[in-house]
Structure formats: C-alpha cells, structure tokens
C-alpha cells in the first residue's frame, strides 16, 4: 500500500471520528465524545507527519 493510499484512509477516519464525536455530542454522551474527538486529532497529527510518495526516504 502506498503512502498517499495510507493518506487517503486516515482522512476519511479523521472525517468518520469527528461525525461520531458530533452524534455523542446530540446524545449528551461528553466522554465519548471527546474521546472520539481526541482520536481524530491524534490522527490528524500523524497524518501530517506523514511523508508523501514522491518525497525521498531518509537513509
């Protein structure tokens, strides 16, 4: 799998997490919610960390 594949998934994660965090949020669910909320920023931070296909690996 390639890195900018890798990038695409997390996004969508980062996307699925913040929904989630909304919907517990209409629940009064608070601990879930920022559960999920602290998740999709935890992605969000790896993602952009994260080097792209076309930048030359480090030896």
């Given amino acids: 799998m390639k890195k900018d594949e890798i990038r695409k ?6 996307e699925h997490f913040r929904l989630k965090a909304k ?5 009064h ?3 879930a919610e920022k559960y999920a ?5 935890n992605i969000e ?3 952009t960390t994260m080097p792209s296909d076309d930048d030359q ?3």
């Avoid at 998934?9 to 980062?14: G, R």
């Avoid at 919907?23 to 629940?27: F, I, K, R, V």
């Avoid at 909320?37 to 920023?41: G, T």
């Fill in 9 to 14: 998934i997390l996004s969508d994660d980062i």
């Fill in 23 to 27: 919907y517990y949020e209409s629940l």
């Fill in 29 to 31: 669910l608070f601990e």
């Fill in 37 to 41: 909320e602290n998740l999709a920023s």
């Fill in 45 to 47: 931070l790896a993602l």
């Fill in 57 to 59: 690996e480090i030896s």
